[in-house]
C-alpha cells in the first residue's frame, strides 16, 4: 500500500536494520497528478536518522529512574529537548518552583503536624545513590527512610568502578565483601590513558570493573530493609517545610515525613538543587553518549581516558571528542563505548542525538572494527551540568535552611 508514507530502499545492514535511503516509488497509474503529489508529500517526511533506526530496533526493557538509566529512542528525544531548553536559555532558564520553605516556630504548633505523620531521624530523596547513604546511617542506628519517585532499582548498564571505591563502601558497613563479588560482572587489566601524539600511560586496577547496578542495588536495599529502613517508592518529593525543630517532606501522594535531616540524592535535575541554584543556566555541560555492542575480539582491556582527535565541528559548535572503552559483564565479546565532550550550553551546541550520529562513524574507527559486524545492544547517553560557583556556599547566601544537605 502506498499511502503517503516515505518508501525505503535498503543499503547495507547495520545492526540487523538496513539502511535506507528515499526512492522514487514504482507506481504506473492513470492519474499522474495524484501520484506525483502523493510523492512530494512522502518526499517531505523525514527519513529516521541511523540513531533512530538503530535505537527502534532494540527491545529497551528495564529502564529506570537514575542516571544513565534509559535506552530509549524517545527518552534520547525527551533529554535532548531539556537539553535544548538549557542551550536556549538567556542565563536563568525558568523560575524554578520553591520546595524548601522556612518556617519559623516548632512543627508541632503547626497545621501540618495535624495530619497524618511519619517520623524519622533521616529521609534521603532519591534511591539510586541515596539507598548507600541511607543504609550507611541506618548501620549508625539512626530511623532512616528513602523516597524515590520511580521503582528503586539499578540499571542494565555496568557501572565501572575500582575495587578501592567499593571497599569504602564495606568500610561504611554497607556492603561485605561476598557482595563485591556477586555483583561484580567483569574485571579487567591494564587500562589506558592516551591522548594524540602524546603517547600512552597504561595503569592498573583503575575503573576495571564492572558492577552490575541491578545486583548491587538490590542487595543494599535489601541489607537496608532488614536494619528497618523504609522505601517510598513510586512517590515524589512535593515540597520540604524546615521549622525549628524539624525538617518535614511532603510527599505528591499526600504522606507526610518529619525528620532531623533530609538529604538531597535526587541527582543532577533535582528540584533543591534547581531552587539553590534560582534555575540558572550550567555554566559547562558534559555530554555523553555511547553504547554497550557484541562483536569486539580485542576485548581485555580498557580506555579510562582516550582522545584521538583535536576540536572538531559538529553543526556550528566546536567540540573535541574523548572516549572510554570498557569490557562488559554480559559476554567476551560484548563492550561498552563511551563519547563524551565538554561544551558551553549555547544554541548551536550539538544534540545528544547529533553527537550519536558521529559515534556510529567515529567508533568502529576508534575500536577498529566494522560496524557491521556489531550487535549494537543498548544505547547509553546523559548530560552533566556543572557551576563554577559551590552549592554549598550559594545555600548559605540564599539563607536556605542547611537542614537540607546538599547532594549534587
Ligand atoms: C551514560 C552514563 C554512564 C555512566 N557511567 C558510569 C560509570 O561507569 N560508573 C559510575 O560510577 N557512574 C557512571 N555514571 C554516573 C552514575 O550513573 C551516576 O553517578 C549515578 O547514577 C548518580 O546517582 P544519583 O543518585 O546521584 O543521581 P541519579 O542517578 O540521577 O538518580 C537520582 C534519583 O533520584 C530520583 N528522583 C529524582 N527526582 C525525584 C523526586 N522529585 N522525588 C523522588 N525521587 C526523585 C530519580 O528517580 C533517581 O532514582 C554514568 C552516567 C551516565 C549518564
Redesign the pocket.
Known amino acids: 500500500m502506498f499511502s503517503g508514507t516515505t518508501m525505503m530502499v535498503p543499503l547495507r545492514p547495520c545492526n540487523g536494520v538496513s539502511q535506507y535511503l528515499s526512492k522514487s516509488p514504482m507506481v504506473h497509474t492513470k492519474r499522474q497528478t495524484t501520484v506525483r503529489n502523493i510523492y512530494m508529500k512522502a518526499q517531505t517526511q523525514a527519513v529516521p536518522s541511523r540513531t533512530q533506526r538503530i535505537m527502534e530496533s532494540i527491545s529497551v526493557g528495564g529502564e529506570?529512574?537514575?542516571?544513565?538509566?534509559a535506552y530509549s529512542y524517545s527518552a534520547l528525544k525527551r533529554l535532548d529537548k531539556i537539553w535544548s531548553s538549557i542551550c536556549s536559555a538567556e542565563t536563568v532558564q525558568q523560575e524554578p518552583q520553591q520546595v524548601v520553605s522556612d518556617f519559623p516556630g516548632v512543627f508541632s504548633h503547626s497545621a501540618l503536624a495535624e495530619k497524618a505523620v511519619h517520623k524519622f531521624d533521616v529521609v534521603v530523596?532519591?534511591?539510586?545513590?541515596?539507598i548507600f547513604i541511607a543504609t550507611a546511617l541506618s548501620v549508625k542506628g539512626l530511623k532512616v527512610s528513602v523516597?524515590?519517585?520511580?521503582l528503586?532499582k539499578g540499571?542494565e548498564?555496568?557501572?565501572?568502578?575500582s575495587r578501592k571505591e567499593l571497599m569504602e563502601l564495606v568500610e561504611a558497613g554497607i556492603l561485605n565483601e561476598n557482595d563485591i563479588e556477586e555483583a561484580t560482572a567483569v574485571s579487567f587489566n591494564p587500562n589506558r590513558c592516551g591522548f594524540e601524539n602524546k603517547g600512552e600511560i597504561w595503569v592498573e586496577d583503575i575503573?576495571n570493573l564492572g558492577v552490575s547496578p541491578v545486583k548491587l542495588i538490590e542487595i543494599v536495599k535489601k541489607r537496608f530493609i532488614a536494619l528497618g529502613g523504609v522505601i517510598f517508592e513510586g512517590?515524589?518529593?512535593s515540597g520540604i517545610s524546615i521549622y525549628d525543630d524539624a525538617a518535614v517532606l511532603q510527599l505528591a501522594e499526600g504522606n507526610i515525613l518529619s525528620s532531623r535531616l533530609i538529604i538531597d540524592?535526587?541527582?543532577?535535575?533535582?528540584?533543591v538543587v534547581k531552587q539553590i541554584r534560582g534555575g540558572r543556566k550550567p555554566d559547562g555541560v558534559c555530554l555523553?553518549v555511547?553504547s554497550c555492542a557484541h562483536g569486539f575480539k580485542d576485548n581485555s582491556t580498557s580506555d579510562v581516558i582516550y582522545s584521538s582527535s583535536s576540536v572538531k565541528k559538529v553543526g556550528n559548535a566546536e567540540v573535541q571528542y574523548f572516549w572510554e572503552a570498557?569490557p562488559a559483564g554480559s559476554g567476551p565479546l560484548d563492550r561498552t563505548t563511551?563519547m563524551f565532550t565538554y561544551v558551553n550550553p549555547q544554541p548551536d551546541s550539538p544534540k545528544l542525538e547529533e553527537l550519536l550520529e558521529d559515534y556510529w562513524d567515529l567508533m568502529p574507527k576508534y575500536q577498529g572494527v566494522s560496524i557491521d559486524n556489531l550487535e549494537i545492544l543498548r544505547v547509553?547517553?546523559?548530560i552533566?551540568p556543572t557551576y563554577c560557583e559551590s552549592l554549598v556556599m550559594l545555600a548559605a547566601y540564599s539563607h536556605l535552611s542547611l537542614s537540607v544537605v546538599l547532594?549534587?
Open positions: 529506570v529512574g537514575g542516571a544513565g538509566g530523596c532519591g534511591g539510586t545513590l541515596g523516597v524515590e519517585r520511580n528503586l540499571r548498564q555496568e557501572w565501572n568502578i575503573l512517590c515524589s518529593v540524592a535526587m541527582g543532577n535535575f533535582s528540584p555523553v555511547g570498557f563511551y547509553i547517553y546523559g552533566f547532594g549534587a
